[in-house]
């Protein structure tokens, strides 16, 4: 019971910074009131409405996670910035939302975890935090004024923290520039140019989308990557895209191919013997964990149990601490306050005291001589003992 009862309160005491973490990253604001010498110059608008941040895709915001939208004015002297901010539940829907609004137009900066601009408007996104900052005009020192307010943006607690794992998956030789998209809902997909419709992905089924645009010989190619929970469902899917779009004569090169629970689709102006080497060079590597019991964990570690009983003991320690010195304290302000009233007595108190000391009583002595007989000991009466039978 006792281990019971400490490894609770160790748990209390680990939880507890964890929750206080998460809602003080849902309560802090996004955008600060200051950042490189821009001063806010009007209230930040704050709404929890998709329709506010985006009235054309608010449904694409939903399906990355959004939870929130900020949007304040800057000024500095004459000059005027305006920045719009959309928090999501973690860093896969803003890092989906990023890749779904830049194009390939846009020039790679290097602002939060990664950004995008094109003259006046720039595009970056930190931990789940996505940013828009429209410019009056660019100078100079405006990439490093942008990465210092990527700096003041509040980073979301633990997982949410982790970026999506399958758009790794996209070869990087040959790959065009901003191009890449992360999808995570139909609404998105159907937004984008891609060879296979929402229908047929089934996002229902725990569908995730990554496609990228590369350079051929003949063109462009398009290289869509679908992941699914389990290569069960990633099989059947399979099926079904190809059911879909049957070889044709003349049409353009559609070739697919599954690696465990990926199906990777290659499409556009590229020749078949390039679009088999881009199919080639995806590859699922799943990552093999041992999970047999090694009795390392919490329940089994003498050394967690001491220090929950280390952590327990300080802990009473000083509670018993900051209640001496407060019991303390109450009777030093009580006697300065009120003098000889609470806790100390007055010198006219009398006290009511009993003689009952012997010999010096007379009394007891006078008992002691005429009732000798009296104070005599009792002594029980001796019985012989009765013969056996």
């Known amino acids: 019971m006792k281990r019971i009862l400490t490894v609770l309160i160790v748990s209390l005491f680990a939880v507890l910074p964890a929750f206080a973490a998460e809602s003080k990253a849902k309560a802090a604001p996004l955008l600060p009131s200051s950042f490189a010498g ?169 569908a995730e ?39 044709q004569d003349g049409a353009p090169v559609f070739l697919t191919r599954r690696s465990g629970p990926l199906v990777a689709i290659v499409t556009g102006a590229v020749a078949p013997r390039e679009a088999k080497s881009l199919l080639a060079s995806v590859n699922y590597d799943p990552e093999v964990t041992w999970n047999q019991n090694t009795f390392l964990g919490k329940r089994d570690n003498m050394g967690g149990l001491l220090v929950g009983v280390v952590l327990l003991t300080g802990v009473i320690l000083g509670l018993a601490i900051v209640a001496g010195i407060a019991f303390g304290g109450i009777r030093i302000l009580a006697k300065r306050l009120f003098p000889d009233r609470v806790f100390d007595r007055a010198e006219d108190v009398e006290i009511i005291q009993l003689n009952l000391r012997w010999p010096d009583n007379p009394m007891i002595r006078w008992n002691l001589r005429e009732n000798k007989e009296e104070n005599r000991p009792l002594r029980a009466p001796v019985q012989e003992k009765p013969p056996y039978m």
């Open 38 to 206: 821009w001063q806010e110059t009007q209230p930040v608008r704050t709404s929890t409405d998709p329709e506010t941040a985006d009235k054309v895709y608010a449904g694409v915001l939903k399906e990355y996670g959004f939870t929130g939208y900020e949007s304040a004015s800057y000024t500095r002297g004459e000059r005027k910035i305006t920045i719009n901010a959309i928090r999501f539940k973690d860093a896969s829907g803003a890092y989906g939302a990023f890749t779904f609004y830049k194009t390939p137009q846009m020039q790679v900066e290097k602002i939060g975890d990664q950004a995008a601009s094109d003259n006046q408007r720039v595009l970056f996104y930190r931990g789940n935090v996505l940013v828009e900052a429209v410019l009056d005009r660019v100078t100079p020192m405006s990439a490093a004024e942008l990465r210092e307010l990527a700096g003041d943006i509040p980073l979301p607690p633990g997982p949410a923290r982790n970026l999506p794992s399958l758009p790794l998956y996209l070869p990087r030789q040959a790959y065009l520039p901003n191009s890449a998209k992360y999808v995570l809902g139909p609404l998105a997909l159907a937004g984008i140019d891609a060879p296979v419709s929402p229908q047929t992905v089934e996002f229902a089924r725990g």
């Open 209 to 247: 989308v990554a496609l990228a645009q590369y350079n051929s010989g003949s063109g462009a190619a398009t290289l869509m990557l679908i992941s699914y929970p389990t290569p069960q469902i990633a099989g059947d899917r399979l099926r079904a895209i190809d059911s879909a779009h049957p070889p």
